[in-house]
C-alpha cells in the first residue's frame, strides 16, 4: 500500500478483501499506525467499549451506594477517573495521598472529603471545584435513584453529569453519540418489557449478557478521503478495484 502510495496510485482504487471483519482487526491498527487512510464499515459490540463500560460502572455505585451509604468506595476512586467529569489526575492523586496518611480505622469516607470545600482548599488542588460538582452530582442522582423509572434516571445521569457535553466537545462525535444513543434504546426497550424494571436489574442482564457473549451491535462506519477499502467478500459483490487483494487464503476462514 505505501508503494502504492508512492507510485501515486489512488488508495480508493485499491480494496482488500476477508472473509470475516475480524480478521481485518490487525490490518486495520497496522494502517492507523501507518497513517493509511481506509473506509470499512463493521459491526461493533458496544458493551465492548470504555464508554459504555463507564456508565455500568457508575450505574453500580449508585446502586451499592444507594443501599448502603458508603459501601461503594472502592469503586469511587474508579469513577473519579472517568474522562466525562473533568476532574484532573493530579487533584485525584493528592487526594488520595492526603487519605493514605490516616490510619484505616480513622480514614474519613471519599464522598465526605468530597464535600469538605475547606479541606479541598487547603490541599492545594488545581481545581478542587469539579470535586465539590462531582459531590453535588452524586448527592442529586442518589436522591434520583428510587424517584425515577431506570430510563429517566440514566438519561438524567447522561445530562448531569458532563457525559454528553463531553462526547459533543470529541472529534468522533457522531459515532459517541450513536453508541450512547443505542445503549439508551436498549434500556428504554428492557423498561418496556418489564416497567419494574430496576438498576440491579438492568446490571444483572447486562453481565449475563458478558457471560453469555452476547452483545449490543451497531455499525460502525469509517470513511477517509481517498483510502483503501476493507471489505467483506459479502460486501463486495458487484463492486470493481484497480488493485484488489485477498487476506488469509486458506481454507480455515474461507470454508
Known amino acids: 500500500l505505501e508503494d502504492l502510495q508512492r507510485r501515486?496510485?489512488?488508495?480508493?482504487?485499491?480494496?482488500?478483501?476477508?472473509?470475516?471483519?475480524?480478521?481485518?482487526?490487525?490490518?486495520?491498527?497496522l494502517l492507523e499506525k501507518k497513517n493509511i487512510p481506509y473506509n470499512t464499515r463493521r459491526r461493533v459490540n458496544i458493551l465492548d467499549l470504555p464508554i459504555i463500560q463507564n456508565i455500568r460502572l457508575l450505574l453500580e455505585y449508585l446502586y451499592v451506594e444507594y443501599q448502603r451509604p458508603h459501601d461503594g468506595e472502592y469503586l469511587l476512586f474508579q469513577v473519579l477517573h472517568f474522562d466525562f467529569l473533568g476532574i484532573e489526575q493530579e487533584d485525584i492523586a493528592s487526594l488520595s495521598v492526603h487519605l493514605a496518611l490516616y490510619d484505616y480505622q480513622e480514614r474519613p469516607r471519599w464522598r465526605k472529603v468530597l464535600m469538605d470545600n475547606e479541606l479541598l482548599q487547603q490541599l492545594n488542588l488545581r481545581q478542587p471545584e469539579r470535586f465539590t460538582r462531582f459531590s453535588e452530582l452524586l448527592h442529586t442522582l442518589l436522591s434520583d435513584f428510587r424517584n425515577y423509572t431506570v430510563p429517566v434516571l440514566v438519561e438524567r445521569l447522561f445530562n448531569r453529569s458532563g457525559l454528553l457535553k463531553h462526547v459533543l466537545d470529541q472529534p468522533n462525535q457522531p459515532w459517541l453519540l450513536q453508541v450512547v444513543k443505542t445503549f439508551f434504546d436498549f434500556v428504554r426497550q428492557e423498561n418496556d418489557r418489564n416497567p419494574r424494571l430496576?438498576?440491579?436489574?438492568?446490571?444483572?442482564?447486562?453481565?449475563?449478557?458478558?457471560?453469555?457473549?452476547?452483545s449490543i451491535e451497531?455499525?460502525?462506519?469509517?470513511?477517509?478521503?481517498?483510502g483503501v477499502n476493507l471489505l467483506t467478500a459479502h460486501s463486495s459483490k458487484g463492486l470493481e478495484f484497480r488493485y484488489v487483494y485477498l487476506l488469509d487464503c486458506v481454507k480455515d476462514f474461507w470454508e
Open 8 to 29: 501515486g496510485i489512488p488508495l480508493e482504487e485499491v480494496a482488500i478483501i476477508y472473509a470475516r471483519h475480524r480478521q481485518a482487526r490487525d490490518l486495520i491498527n
Open 198 to 214: 430496576s438498576v440491579r436489574r438492568l446490571l444483572d442482564i447486562l453481565d449475563s449478557m458478558d457471560a453469555n457473549r452476547l
Open 218 to 226: 451497531i455499525n460502525k462506519t469509517v470513511a477517509a478521503e481517498d
